[in-house]
Protein backbone atom coordinates (compact mmCIF):
# COMPACT_ATOMS: atom_id res chain seq x y z
CA UNK A 1 0.00 0.00 0.00
CA UNK A 2 1.56 3.31 -1.31
CA UNK A 3 2.51 5.93 1.87
CA UNK A 4 -0.08 8.97 2.38
CA UNK A 5 2.40 12.40 2.46
CA UNK A 6 0.98 15.67 3.56
CA UNK A 7 2.62 18.66 2.75
CA UNK A 8 2.15 21.98 4.31
CA UNK A 9 3.51 24.96 2.44
CA UNK A 10 3.34 28.71 2.17
CA UNK A 11 4.83 31.14 -0.27
CA UNK A 12 3.39 34.43 -1.68
CA UNK A 13 5.24 37.63 -2.95
CA UNK A 14 6.27 38.64 0.46
CA UNK A 15 7.23 35.27 1.89
CA UNK A 16 9.06 34.21 -1.57
CA UNK A 17 8.76 31.04 -3.36
CA UNK A 18 11.88 29.39 -2.29
CA UNK A 19 9.89 27.48 0.04
CA UNK A 20 7.46 25.99 -2.82
CA UNK A 21 10.13 25.78 -5.22
CA UNK A 22 12.10 22.96 -2.60
CA UNK A 23 8.85 20.90 -1.51
CA UNK A 24 8.00 20.42 -4.59
CA UNK A 25 11.41 19.17 -6.06
CA UNK A 26 10.94 17.12 -2.36
CA UNK A 27 7.62 15.84 -3.43
CA UNK A 28 8.81 14.67 -6.75
CA UNK A 29 11.29 12.40 -5.85
CA UNK A 30 8.64 11.09 -2.90
CA UNK A 31 6.31 10.52 -5.84
CA UNK A 32 9.04 8.35 -7.65
CA UNK A 33 8.89 5.73 -4.88
CA UNK A 34 5.29 5.27 -4.90
CA UNK A 35 3.87 7.02 -2.32
CA UNK A 36 0.60 9.80 -2.80
CA UNK A 37 1.07 13.17 -1.81
CA UNK A 38 -1.62 15.89 -0.78
CA UNK A 39 -0.34 19.61 -0.63
CA UNK A 40 -1.83 22.70 1.50
CA UNK A 41 -0.82 25.99 0.40
CA UNK A 42 -1.39 29.30 1.08
CA UNK A 43 -1.96 31.79 -2.04
CA UNK A 44 -3.62 30.71 -5.63
CA UNK A 45 0.60 31.78 -6.88
CA UNK A 46 1.56 28.87 -4.89
CA UNK A 47 -1.64 26.38 -6.39
CA UNK A 48 -0.66 27.34 -9.64
CA UNK A 49 3.64 26.64 -9.06
CA UNK A 50 2.43 23.15 -7.31
CA UNK A 51 -0.32 21.91 -9.67
CA UNK A 52 0.65 18.42 -11.25
CA UNK A 53 -1.74 15.70 -12.35
CA UNK A 54 0.27 13.06 -10.08
CA UNK A 55 -0.67 14.96 -6.53
CA UNK A 56 -3.46 16.94 -4.92
CA UNK A 57 -3.11 20.67 -4.30
CA UNK A 58 -5.77 21.91 -1.71
CA UNK A 59 -5.75 25.85 -0.47
CA UNK A 60 -6.04 26.94 2.84
CA UNK A 61 -6.76 29.94 4.67
CA UNK A 62 -3.70 30.60 7.23
CA UNK A 63 -5.83 31.72 10.28
CA UNK A 64 -7.83 28.31 9.48
CA UNK A 65 -5.33 26.08 8.44
CA UNK A 66 -5.59 23.37 10.96
CA UNK A 67 -9.41 22.98 10.76
CA UNK A 68 -9.39 23.07 6.94
CA UNK A 69 -6.95 20.18 6.80
CA UNK A 70 -7.64 18.60 9.90
CA UNK A 71 -10.65 16.38 8.31
CA UNK A 72 -8.19 14.87 5.71
CA UNK A 73 -5.99 14.26 8.63
CA UNK A 74 -8.68 11.97 10.25
CA UNK A 75 -9.54 11.01 6.85
CA UNK A 76 -6.00 10.10 5.11
CA UNK A 77 -4.49 9.15 8.66
CA UNK A 78 -0.80 10.22 6.49
CA UNK A 79 2.17 8.23 7.48
CA UNK A 80 4.40 11.66 6.96
CA UNK A 81 3.47 14.89 7.59
CA UNK A 82 6.06 17.88 6.32
CA UNK A 83 5.74 21.25 7.16
CA UNK A 84 8.10 24.38 5.53
CA UNK A 85 6.61 27.62 6.81
CA UNK A 86 8.22 30.35 7.74
CA UNK A 87 7.88 31.00 11.31
CA UNK A 88 5.21 28.65 11.14
CA UNK A 89 2.84 29.40 14.31
CA UNK A 90 2.74 27.19 17.28
CA UNK A 91 -0.22 26.56 17.79
CA UNK A 92 -0.75 25.18 14.39
CA UNK A 93 1.84 23.19 14.87
CA UNK A 94 0.85 21.65 18.49
CA UNK A 95 -2.98 20.49 17.02
CA UNK A 96 -1.03 19.26 14.00
CA UNK A 97 1.14 17.23 16.57
CA UNK A 98 -1.93 16.26 18.70
CA UNK A 99 -4.19 15.05 15.76
CA UNK A 100 -1.70 13.41 13.68
CA UNK A 101 -1.77 10.16 15.76
CA UNK A 102 1.03 8.32 14.31
CA UNK A 103 2.09 10.26 11.17
CA UNK A 104 5.79 11.52 11.59
CA UNK A 105 6.24 15.76 11.34
CA UNK A 106 9.40 16.45 9.94
CA UNK A 107 9.78 20.23 10.02
CA UNK A 108 12.40 22.61 7.55
CA UNK A 109 14.55 25.75 8.30
CA UNK A 110 13.03 25.69 11.93
CA UNK A 111 15.12 26.63 14.62
CA UNK A 112 12.84 27.99 17.42
CA UNK A 113 13.40 25.29 20.35
CA UNK A 114 9.66 24.53 21.17
CA UNK A 115 8.79 23.92 17.24
CA UNK A 116 11.64 21.84 17.04
CA UNK A 117 10.45 19.66 20.12
CA UNK A 118 7.12 18.95 18.71
CA UNK A 119 8.98 17.20 15.63
CA UNK A 120 10.05 14.18 14.92
CA UNK A 121 13.04 15.54 12.78
CA UNK A 122 14.33 18.82 11.84
CA UNK A 123 16.29 19.60 8.31
CA UNK A 124 18.17 22.83 8.71
CA UNK A 125 20.00 22.73 5.32
CA UNK A 126 20.24 26.60 4.97
CA UNK A 127 20.78 27.44 8.88
CA UNK A 128 22.93 24.82 9.18
CA UNK A 129 26.14 25.99 7.54
CA UNK A 130 28.45 23.91 5.16
CA UNK A 131 29.20 21.34 7.22
CA UNK A 132 27.32 18.17 7.78
CA UNK A 133 26.17 17.96 11.40
CA UNK A 134 23.53 15.21 12.47
CA UNK A 135 22.38 15.04 15.95
CA UNK A 136 19.41 13.71 17.98
CA UNK A 137 17.84 15.97 21.06
CA UNK A 138 15.08 14.88 23.48
CA UNK A 139 13.58 12.55 20.67
CA UNK A 140 14.10 14.51 18.01
CA UNK A 141 16.42 14.09 15.32
CA UNK A 142 18.21 16.96 13.76
CA UNK A 143 20.04 17.39 10.36
CA UNK A 144 21.80 20.63 9.95
CA UNK A 145 24.10 21.85 6.99
CA UNK A 146 24.52 22.92 3.58
CA UNK A 147 24.73 18.44 2.59
CA UNK A 148 20.57 18.76 3.17
CA UNK A 149 19.81 21.90 0.64
CA UNK A 150 17.06 20.60 -1.33
CA UNK A 151 18.19 21.57 -4.70
CA UNK A 152 17.52 20.59 -8.24
CA UNK A 153 18.40 17.22 -9.30
CA UNK A 154 20.02 18.42 -12.28
CA UNK A 155 22.49 20.44 -9.83
CA UNK A 156 24.81 17.44 -9.83
CA UNK A 157 25.28 16.83 -13.51
CA UNK A 158 25.49 20.56 -14.19
CA UNK A 159 28.42 20.79 -11.50
CA UNK A 160 30.09 17.88 -13.49
CA UNK A 161 29.89 19.82 -16.75
CA UNK A 162 30.26 23.76 -16.34
CA UNK A 163 33.49 25.32 -17.23
CA UNK A 164 34.36 28.92 -16.37
CA UNK A 165 34.90 30.29 -19.77
CA UNK A 166 37.94 32.74 -20.59
CA UNK A 167 35.74 35.90 -22.22
CA UNK A 168 32.93 36.91 -19.78
CA UNK A 169 29.73 37.57 -22.36
CA UNK A 170 26.68 36.22 -20.87
CA UNK A 171 25.06 37.22 -17.34
CA UNK A 172 22.18 35.73 -16.15
CA UNK A 173 19.86 38.01 -13.09
CA UNK A 174 17.59 36.79 -10.58
CA UNK A 175 15.88 37.53 -7.51
CA UNK A 176 14.06 34.46 -7.11
CA UNK A 177 10.40 33.98 -7.29
CA UNK A 178 8.96 37.26 -6.04
CA UNK A 179 11.76 40.00 -5.79
CA UNK A 180 9.45 42.03 -3.02
CA UNK A 181 12.37 45.13 -3.07
CA UNK A 182 12.49 44.93 -6.96
CA UNK A 183 16.16 44.43 -7.31
CA UNK A 184 16.47 42.52 -10.28
CA UNK A 185 15.20 45.77 -12.37
CA UNK A 186 18.03 47.60 -10.62
CA UNK A 187 20.60 45.26 -11.47
CA UNK A 188 19.39 45.35 -15.01
CA UNK A 189 19.22 49.12 -14.84
CA UNK A 190 22.97 49.22 -13.74
CA UNK A 191 23.94 47.52 -16.94
CA UNK A 192 21.90 49.16 -19.11
CA UNK A 193 24.74 50.46 -20.88
CA UNK A 194 26.68 47.13 -21.24
CA UNK A 195 26.08 46.37 -24.93
CA UNK A 196 29.19 44.01 -24.93
CA UNK A 197 27.19 41.89 -22.66
CA UNK A 198 24.11 39.36 -23.11
CA UNK A 199 21.96 40.23 -20.05
CA UNK A 200 19.20 37.43 -19.37
CA UNK A 201 16.96 38.57 -16.85
CA UNK A 202 14.32 36.26 -14.97
CA UNK A 203 11.56 36.97 -13.08
CA UNK A 204 9.84 35.10 -10.45
CA UNK A 205 6.78 33.42 -10.32
CA UNK A 206 5.35 35.82 -7.70
CA UNK A 207 7.01 38.80 -9.23
CA UNK A 208 5.32 41.92 -9.53
CA UNK A 209 7.52 43.72 -11.98
CA UNK A 210 5.72 44.76 -14.99
CA UNK A 211 8.10 47.47 -16.09
CA UNK A 212 10.72 46.18 -18.55
CA UNK A 213 13.78 48.10 -19.39
CA UNK A 214 14.45 47.73 -23.28
CA UNK A 215 17.62 47.50 -24.91
CA UNK A 216 19.30 44.65 -27.39
CA UNK A 217 21.51 43.22 -25.12
CA UNK A 218 19.12 42.35 -22.25
CA UNK A 219 16.29 39.67 -22.31
CA UNK A 220 13.52 39.35 -19.98
CA UNK A 221 11.62 35.69 -19.39
CA UNK A 222 9.15 35.10 -16.78
CA UNK A 223 9.48 32.23 -14.32
CA UNK A 224 11.16 28.60 -15.55
CA UNK A 225 11.61 25.24 -14.33
CA UNK A 226 15.10 25.75 -16.25
CA UNK A 227 16.60 28.46 -13.58
CA UNK A 228 19.64 25.68 -12.97
CA UNK A 229 20.32 25.12 -16.81
CA UNK A 230 20.22 28.76 -17.49
CA UNK A 231 22.68 29.58 -14.93
CA UNK A 232 24.84 26.81 -16.22
CA UNK A 233 25.10 28.19 -19.48
CA UNK A 234 26.51 32.38 -17.86
CA UNK A 235 29.81 33.49 -17.20
CA UNK A 236 28.53 35.71 -14.21
CA UNK A 237 25.72 35.74 -12.39
CA UNK A 238 23.48 38.15 -10.26
CA UNK A 239 21.65 37.04 -7.51
CA UNK A 240 20.05 37.25 -4.02
CA UNK A 241 21.43 35.44 -1.05
CA UNK A 242 18.54 32.77 -1.24
CA UNK A 243 18.58 29.22 -3.07
CA UNK A 244 19.49 30.41 -6.19
CA UNK A 245 23.12 31.23 -5.07
CA UNK A 246 23.24 27.65 -3.30
CA UNK A 247 22.19 27.15 -6.66
CA UNK A 248 24.88 29.37 -8.76
CA UNK A 249 27.26 28.51 -5.93
CA UNK A 250 27.50 24.49 -6.73
CA UNK A 251 27.35 24.76 -9.87
CA UNK A 252 30.44 26.73 -9.92
CA UNK A 253 28.69 29.99 -11.87
CA UNK A 254 30.64 33.39 -10.00
CA UNK A 255 28.10 35.18 -8.71
CA UNK A 256 27.45 38.88 -7.31
CA UNK A 257 25.12 38.77 -4.69
CA UNK A 258 22.41 41.57 -3.48
CA UNK A 259 20.88 40.16 -0.45
CA UNK A 260 16.88 40.60 0.16
CA UNK A 261 16.73 40.48 3.84
CA UNK A 262 19.04 40.02 6.85
CA UNK A 263 19.17 36.23 7.50
CA UNK A 264 20.69 36.31 3.27
CA UNK A 265 22.94 38.64 3.92
CA UNK A 266 24.17 36.19 6.30
CA UNK A 267 24.63 33.53 4.07
CA UNK A 268 26.31 35.37 1.51
CA UNK A 269 28.69 36.76 4.03
CA UNK A 270 29.59 32.98 4.62
CA UNK A 271 29.96 32.15 1.10
CA UNK A 272 32.11 35.58 0.73
CA UNK A 273 33.97 34.74 3.11
CA UNK A 274 35.15 31.64 1.57
CA UNK A 275 35.67 33.11 -1.98
CA UNK A 276 32.48 31.64 -3.05
CA UNK A 277 30.49 34.76 -4.43
CA UNK A 278 31.26 38.36 -4.04
CA UNK A 279 28.44 39.71 -2.00
CA UNK A 280 27.72 43.72 -2.05
CA UNK A 281 25.81 43.26 0.84
CA UNK A 282 21.29 44.56 1.21
CA UNK A 283 20.33 45.29 -2.12
CA UNK A 284 18.16 48.49 -0.73
CA UNK A 285 21.73 49.77 0.17
CA UNK A 286 23.57 49.53 -3.29
CA UNK A 287 23.97 51.95 -5.70
CA UNK A 288 23.80 50.85 -9.07
CA UNK A 289 27.22 52.08 -10.11
CA UNK A 290 28.47 49.39 -7.42
CA UNK A 291 26.67 46.71 -9.50
CA UNK A 292 28.44 48.22 -12.15
CA UNK A 293 31.76 48.60 -11.30
CA UNK A 294 31.42 44.70 -9.54
CA UNK A 295 30.37 43.32 -12.76
CA UNK A 296 32.87 45.58 -15.06
CA UNK A 297 35.69 43.61 -12.34
CA UNK A 298 34.42 39.99 -12.99
CA UNK A 299 33.68 40.12 -16.26
CA UNK A 300 37.22 41.51 -17.56
CA UNK A 301 38.81 39.01 -14.90
CA UNK A 302 39.03 35.35 -15.94
CA UNK A 303 41.66 34.34 -12.64
CA UNK A 304 38.71 36.43 -10.17
CA UNK A 305 35.98 34.70 -11.80
CA UNK A 306 37.35 30.91 -11.98
CA UNK A 307 39.25 31.90 -8.22
CA UNK A 308 35.13 31.87 -7.09
CA UNK A 309 34.37 29.29 -9.09
CA UNK A 310 37.44 26.80 -7.48
CA UNK A 311 36.40 28.18 -4.08
CA UNK A 312 32.58 27.40 -4.01
CA UNK A 313 32.74 23.48 -5.67
CA UNK A 314 33.71 22.37 -2.64
CA UNK A 315 31.40 23.73 -0.13
CA UNK A 316 27.59 22.06 -1.65
CA UNK A 317 27.93 18.60 -3.41
CA UNK A 318 24.10 19.02 -4.25
CA UNK A 319 23.03 15.61 -3.64
CA UNK A 320 21.09 17.02 -0.45
CA UNK A 321 17.78 16.45 -1.97
CA UNK A 322 18.46 12.52 -2.20
CA UNK A 323 20.13 12.43 0.99
CA UNK A 324 16.62 14.17 2.47
CA UNK A 325 14.35 11.58 0.36
CA UNK A 326 15.83 8.56 1.99
CA UNK A 327 15.72 10.26 5.79
CA UNK A 328 11.92 10.10 5.35
CA UNK A 329 11.89 6.70 3.50
CA UNK A 330 13.51 5.77 6.87
CA UNK A 331 11.33 7.24 9.18
CA UNK A 332 7.98 6.45 7.04
CA UNK A 333 9.34 3.06 7.38
CA UNK A 334 10.38 2.88 10.99
CA UNK A 335 7.19 1.56 12.69
CA UNK A 336 8.24 1.57 16.40
CA UNK A 337 7.53 5.44 16.79
CA UNK A 338 8.51 6.29 20.38
CA UNK A 339 5.07 8.71 22.27
CA UNK A 340 6.29 12.01 22.68
CA UNK A 341 4.99 14.16 24.60
CA UNK A 342 3.00 17.90 23.67
Not at 252 to 270: E, K
Not at 292 to 307: D, G, K, M, T
Request: glycine share 8%.
Amino acid sequence: MNKKIMIVVYGGFFRGMGHVVRMKRMANELFQEGNDLYFYTNEQVCVEMLSEPQWYVHMVQESMAFLQIKQDIKKLNPDLLLIDVLHCDLQFLRSVKAFSGSARLVLFEEEREEACELADAVVNGIYGGFDEKHLQVHGTEYFYGAPYLLLDHEISRLKDTYEVRKECKKVVISFGGSDPRGLLLKAVSALREAGHLHILAVTGKASRIEEQIEAEHIQFIRHTDQLPARLAEADLAIVAGGMTLYEAVCIGVPSIVLSQVDHQAVTATRFAQKGACHHLGLGDLVDEKDIRCAVERLASSYFLRRSIHLNGRTLIDGKGTERVKNILIHLMNHHQKEHKDV
